[in-house]
């Protein structure tokens, strides 16, 4: 069992950055896919980024965040990052960090993203 704890969410202006992180309990780590997914107020939740496990890097991105947000992993640290740079107010949601293993999903409880124009 894995347990995941964001943090660094808060209020930004449009064009501003944010870099969130996902600490992460237990020893195996770093064979855990990670990802970052987002829900916005009446939506459903999507995937924003993810980033594979067990010695490589293959990171994925939603179309709307490619260019502007990047998703990195520090198996010593068992911490997860995304970057976001240059943030618009439809990034505004919750985001969630998942860790993924043997087809089994792990979910945090969230950090608010909010950027206002």
């Known amino acids: 069992q894995v347990q995941l704890v964001e943090s660094g969410g808060g209020l930004v202006q449009a064009g501003g950055s944010l870099r969130l992180s996902c600490a992460a309990s237990?020893?195996?780590?770093?064979?855990?896919?990670m990802g970052w997914y987002r829900q916005a107020p009446g939506k459903q939740r999507e995937l924003v980024a993810t980033i594979s496990g067990g010695g490589n890097t293959i990171t994925n991105y939603a179309d709307s965040v490619k260019g502007r947000f990047t998703i990195s992993r520090d198996n010593a640290k068992n911490t997860v990052y995304l970057q976001m740079n240059s943030l618009k107010p439809e990034d505004t949601a919750v985001y969630y960090c998942?860790?993924?293993?043997?087809?089994?999903?792990?979910w945090g409880k969230g950090t608010l993203v909010t950027v206002s124009s």
């Open positions: 237990g020893s195996m780590f770093s064979i855990y896919a």
């Open positions: 998942n860790a993924r293993l043997f087809g089994i999903d792990h």
